[in-house]
T-cell receptor, first 120, second 113 residues
Framework: GAVVSQHPSRVICKSGTSVKIECRSL??????MFWYRQFPKKSLMLMAT?????????EQGVEKDKFLINHASLTLSTLTVTSAHPEDSSFYIC????????????????FGPGTRLTVL | AQSVTQPDIHITVSEGASLELRCNYS??????LFWYVQSPGQGLQLLLK??????LVQGIKGFEAEFKRSQSSFNLRKPSVHWSDAAEYFC???????????FGPGTSLSVIP
């Protein structure tokens, strides 16, 4: 299947600093990427949908000024956690939607390996 | 509202035994269906997907899933479990190609040697 990478895999930062996480589709172009947050032993919570060349669409309850998303190219989306606090510590996972080979089929989402953020 | 349920929060099986993980969805029409697996501290890996056609779908790592329209189910199966299959398994549905994927709560699988 298609490959999605994330960088960094793990980051520790001090409270009040900003952290940038990159998500790349390595072997396909993704006009749409997604950012999820996962709490321990929980399912994935969709934070926002990232569209190349336009503003991200945030889910209800997600602070857009805190979680800045930029989809600069067809293979790169970034999530910046601004002024991070301990409650932002979590596992962040991105996914990219690989276009289906035919218009009659849906796209398939492929996931990155995740980024463990720890805010001290 | 569309939802996905995985009735079993946690399952333990012996290595070599068969496995079935349950998934049910609530939606009027047939959605697109997926199973993903997540190893500890890792992202999600796509095991298999169902879009249409044959209701028995083969995936990677020896997994298969069967779509049953009458039961609104998409259960995942494996005839013989390996210790490396211990992970979290997520069922997911997509209503249309332009919708968001909705994930079930997950089933944690433990494998006894």
């Amino acid at each position: 299947g298609a490959v999605v990478s994330q960088h960094p895999s793990r980051v520790i930062c001090k409270s009040g600093t900003s952290v940038k996480i990159e998500c790349r589709s390595l072997d396909f172009q993704a006009t749409t990427m997604f950012w999820y947050r996962q709490f321990p032993k929980k399912s994935l919570m969709l934070m926002a949908t990232s569209n190349e060349g336009s503003k991200a669409t945030y889910e209800q309850g997600v602070e857009k000024d805190k979680f800045l998303i930029n989809h600069a190219s067809l293979t790169l989306s970034t999530l910046t956690v601004t002024s991070a606090h301990p409650e932002d510590s979590s596992f962040y996972i991105c996914s990219a939607r690989e276009p289906a080979p035919h218009s009659t089929l849906p796209d398939t989402q492929y996931f990155g390996p995740g980024t463990r953020l720890t805010v001290l | 509202a569309q939802s996905v349920t995985q009735p079993d929060i946690h399952i333990t099986v012996s290595e070599g035994a068969s496995l079935e993980l349950r998934c049910n969805y609530s939606y009027g029409a047939t959605p697109y269906l997926f199973w993903y697996v997540q190893s500890p501290g890792q992202g999600l890996q796509l095991l298999l997907k169902y879009f249409s056609g044959d209701t028995l779908v083969q995936g990677i790592k020896g997994f298969e899933a069967e779509f049953k329209r009458s039961q609104s189910s998409f259960n995942l199966r494996k005839p013989s479990v390996h210790w490396s299959d211990a992970a979290e398994y997520f069922c997911a549905v997509l209503k249309t190609s332009y919708d968001k994927v909705i994930f079930g709560p997950g089933t944690s699988l433990s494998v006894i040697p």
